[in-house]
């Protein structure tokens, strides 16, 4: 909540200067303006009421941290769902109403939500692709063994690069695969960002080193800094939604979200600091999470891609270089920003539904599948750190 308090009061000296030229007192009037009203969405966010949680799903298979959560019923195709390593997966169950995988549970799917966990002394040596031949596979392993049609493989968010990994490397038993808001280009679009990460790339660096882990206050921080007079402005927007009605309750489920992230494994950290967003090595071609190069173009599966054009965290230029790589990929671009998208007023018609069509067309046509017994079994690092390169 420091941070908010911060960028609230950052926002409002900032925003003064629009009124510099009426004197001190026009200063003084504008700057507390805006602080009060910031000031006040904060104390109606912290008070607000918080809505009973939806029920987690059940377990049906978990290794070290991570935990897979079966959220439909047996009988339907599964569907792996693979959320970004940083913030929780709930995001896409946030609930009953605003839940992308109960919307699929009730097209007839089987969602199977990888949940992530937070790194205990299993995971704080894992660089990105420890996760995918671990973790990752294993869910795999266990969606296929639930019976059914062979699994679609759905990633969101950096989730997306993981399960391209995955479908790529290792693509049995695999239907079709779904990426939502998912970076390739780390250099189309997103300089600020960058920017951000270079100034942030030594404490980040020597908190890995440290600790094995890099706090999710360091990766809040970092986001936030994209655009801080957005973080006051959303609170000054809340006092004008009615308490306690839909658009209320769905801003504080979606700001309890952010603000419930977890530390992101120190290898893994410096892997998307400096192999991702310094050398960019994913549209290079170089990124080799497996000792191969994960090359989208050589896909055998049917590829859906939802690319955001308000999306602040993945740049739309950054993924539709990935778009670019899988010209026979069904695309659809909603209106939304990465979150909003999910979450948001219009996620039914602009990504549910979209994206259910989508699965039930694969559901009708045969589809070749290679044999999941050649997952491998992952041989664990022994917490060593990818190597930097060079600055952001």
């Not at 969405?41 to 809505?51: E, V």
């Not at 067309?361 to 044999?371: E, G, N, Y």
Request: net charge positive.
């Amino acid at each position: 909540m420091a941070l908010h308090l911060h960028l609230a009061w950052l926002d409002a000296v900032a925003r003064s200067s629009d009124a510099f030229a009426d004197g001190p007192g026009g200063v003084d009037a504008a700057a507390q303006g805006r602080l009060l009203d910031a000031l006040a969405g904060l104390r109606a966010y912290w008070h607000h009421p918080r809505r009973e949680a939806a029920a987690a799903g059940s377990v049906v298979w978990q290794e070290g941290a991570c935990r897979l959560l079966d959220l439909g019923q047996a009988g339907g195709q599964p569907v792996l769902v693979v959320p970004s390593l940083i913030n929780r997966a709930h995001v896409l169950d946030l609930a009953e109403d605003r839940s992308l995988v109960r919307h699929l549970a009730q097209a007839g799917f089987r969602p199977l939500l990888l949940d992530w966990g937070e790194p205990g002394a299993r995971e704080r040596g894992y660089a990105v692709g420890d996760y995918v031949r671990g973790p990752a596979a294993g869910a795999l392993r266990a969606a296929a063994r639930l019976g059914g049609p062979p699994p679609v493989l759905l990633g969101y968010c950096m989730g997306g690069l993981l399960a391209l990994a995955l479908a790529t490397l290792r693509p049995a038993p695999v239907a079709g695969l779904a990426l939502l808001a998912t970076p390739w280009d780390f250099h189309a679009g997103g300089e600020r960002l960058r920017q951000i990460l270079a100034a942030a790339s030594a404490p980040i660096t020597a908190q890995a080193a440290a600790a094995g882990l890099v706090p999710v206050e360091s990766l809040q921080a970092a986001f936030a800094l994209l655009d801080p007079p957005a973080v006051a402005g959303k609170f000054r927007g809340l006092t004008a939604l009615e308490p306690g009605g839909e658009r209320a309750e769905a801003f504080v489920a979606v700001e309890d979200w952010l603000q419930d992230g977890v530390p992101l494994a120190g290898p893994a950290a410096l892997e998307i600091l400096w192999h991702w967003y310094a050398a960019n090595l994913p549209a290079r071609g170089l990124w080799r999470p497996n000792g191969r190069p994960v090359l989208p173009e050589r896909l055998k599966v049917p590829v859906f891609l939802a690319i955001p054009c308000r999306d602040r965290i993945v740049p739309p230029a950054s993924a539709e270089a990935l778009a670019a790589r899988l010209p026979e990929a069904t695309v659809v671009r909603p209106e939304g920003g990465h979150v909003s998208m999910v979450v948001g007023s219009r996620r039914r018609e602009e990504l549910y539904e979209p994206l259910a069509a989508w699965m039930r067309r694969l559901a009708a046509r045969p589809t070749a599948v290679s044999d999941g017994s050649r997952l491998p079994t992952i041989k664990r690092r022994t917490g060593r750190a990818p190597r930097p390169g060079h600055p952001v």
